[in-house]
């Protein structure tokens, strides 16, 4: 054999285990997820839950907790049926950047109409963390007299009715929420009578986002799309009666009853009973804070009221819900609740306590633990967690503790 032919032979002789080591590296790449030892599972519910990496204290302390032997877990309620990876999740969560980063940016979207991340923080956001921080009751937060703020002199300006500087001095100085924010009566911070309170429906964000100007209906809409999972088109339901349908709602849009009969009754037959109870509520542009007019409804409830002079007139802020029969009463709200009520609490505990709200929470965090959403096979363990949140307090962390767990091997 001439050196050409040596050569050439060599070449491909190591082609060939080239391939041969690269395709056993890719098997051992591929195969830690499914393999994985405790390290690994530590640092994959770390990154999913805090967005970081453990620093190699908290890691040895969440491979305790996967052994089984890591004394601080006694400290934690866990529910779930692998209570050290469950221990392992808490001890995760206790890293500021589960509260100033990946909650930060799990509640934005939901107080803004473009649903962007990208917003500062603010009140509806720094009570979200709060809630979840402390093992607040979750359902409580479309209808508690309650807000969360910084510790008194962390930053310069202190929380105001008509600004947000206290939150965004609080996220430009980096502070640390876990250990900084404090709650408080919402009804002392934005003046308003504490019945009149309904936690982040009532935030000074979410009314400049959706009491501004309108008819008060983007309130209820958004309230579905962020708590509900569900927009309107999904709630449409032309069967319930049409009676507390407002006057600016045209029977005939377009010189067509038909397109009211097969689309706009569908909506607001189920919408407008409820959004009334937000009937004395206003973002007022001018003073840049929540307005609330106690007995006197605000005049955007009778905007275009000559479209249909015989439509509902709306006289007080006293809400129904119609969607309680129906197709929708699969939403399962809570029987023991009377199903009506006056203004925008009663209204949010009427939501907040429903299978509809916590069955959403939990595909939301699923969502931002697992990075993508639910498959079927991800049914049977999300009815589970779901009926856990109910049956435990509502309490989030839990639920992202749980789906850390889940998604620990994804």
């Known amino acids: 054999m001439n050196n050409r032919m040596w050569t050439k032979h060599m070449d491909d002789v190591f082609r060939i285990l080239s391939r041969f080591a690269l395709a056993a590296l890719l098997a051992v790449v591929f195969a830690i997820p499914a393999n994985a030892g405790d390290r690994e599972k530590a640092k994959r519910i770390h990154d999913r839950l805090a967005g970081v990496p453990p620093n190699d204290a908290v890691l040895l302390q969440m491979e305790r907790a996967l052994q089984g032997t890591e004394p601080s877990c006694s400290s934690y309620t866990l529910t779930g049926v692998d209570s050290?990876?469950?221990?392992?999740?808490?001890?995760?969560?206790?890293?500021?950047?589960?509260?100033?980063?990946?909650l930060k940016n799990f509640a934005a979207p939901w107080t803004n109409r473009d649903q962007s991340v990208f917003v500062p923080l603010n009140d509806y956001i720094a009570t979200v963390i709060g809630l979840i921080r402390d093992d607040e009751p979750f359902n409580e937060l479309l209808s508690r007299d309650i807000t969360y703020v910084g510790r008194a002199g962390v930053v310069p300006?202190?929380?105001?009715?008509?600004?947000?500087?206290?939150?965004?001095q609080l996220e430009a100085n980096n502070i640390n929420l876990r250990d900084e924010l404090q709650p408080t009566q919402q009804s002392a911070v934005n003046n308003i009578p504490s019945g009149a309170t309904a936690g982040a429906l009532?935030?000074?964000?979410?009314s400049e986002a959706f009491f501004i100007a309108g008819t008060n209906r983007a309130m209820f809409r958004f309230t579905m799309i962020n708590h509900f999972c569900s927009d309107m088109e999904q709630l449409h339901d032309p069967a319930?009666?049409?009676?507390?349908?407002?006057?600016?709602?045209?029977?005939?849009?377009?010189?067509?009853?038909?397109?009211?009969?097969?689309?706009?009754?569908?909506?607001?037959?189920?919408?407008?009973?409820?959004?009334?109870?937000?009937?004395?509520?206003?973002?007022?542009?001018?003073?840049?804070a929540l307005q609330y007019t106690a007995g006197a409804v605000q005049d955007k409830y009778y905007n275009n009221d000559l479209n249909f002079p015989q439509g509902y007139r709306t006289?007080?802020?006293?809400w129904d819900n119609y969607w309680r029969n129906g197709q929708n009463s699969y939403l399962g709200f809570d029987g023991s609740l009377p199903g009506s009520g006056d203004g925008a609490q009663s209204l949010g505990a009427e939501l907040g306590n429903s299978q509809a709200?916590?069955?959403?929470?939990?595909?939301?965090?699923?969502?931002?633990?697992?990075?993508?959403s639910p498959d079927l096979p991800d049914n049977?363990?999300?009815?589970?967690?779901?009926?856990?949140?109910?049956?435990?307090?509502?309490?989030?962390?839990q639920v992202f503790a749980d789906l850390a767990v889940h998604c620990m091997g994804q």
């Open 380 to 397: 049977a363990k999300l009815d589970q967690i779901i009926a856990t949140f109910r049956g435990t307090g509502y309490r989030m962390k």
């Open 315 to 318: 006289p007080d802020d006293h």
């Open 202 to 206: 009532t935030s000074r964000a979410a």
């Open 240 to 288: 319930l009666p049409p009676d507390r349908i407002r006057q600016d709602v045209s029977r005939s849009p377009g010189g067509d009853s038909r397109l009211f009969l097969n689309n706009c009754i569908g909506c607001h037959t189920g919408m407008d009973p409820m959004a009334q109870a937000f009937a004395y509520y206003n973002y007022d542009e001018t003073s840049g």
């Open 157 to 168: 300006a202190t929380p105001a009715a008509n600004n947000n500087d206290h939150y965004a």
């Open 84 to 102: 050290g990876a469950e221990c392992a999740a808490y001890i995760a969560m206790n890293d500021k950047n589960f509260y100033n980063v990946t």
């Open 357 to 372: 709200f916590a069955a959403c929470q939990v595909k939301k965090v699923f969502r931002a633990v697992c990075l993508r």
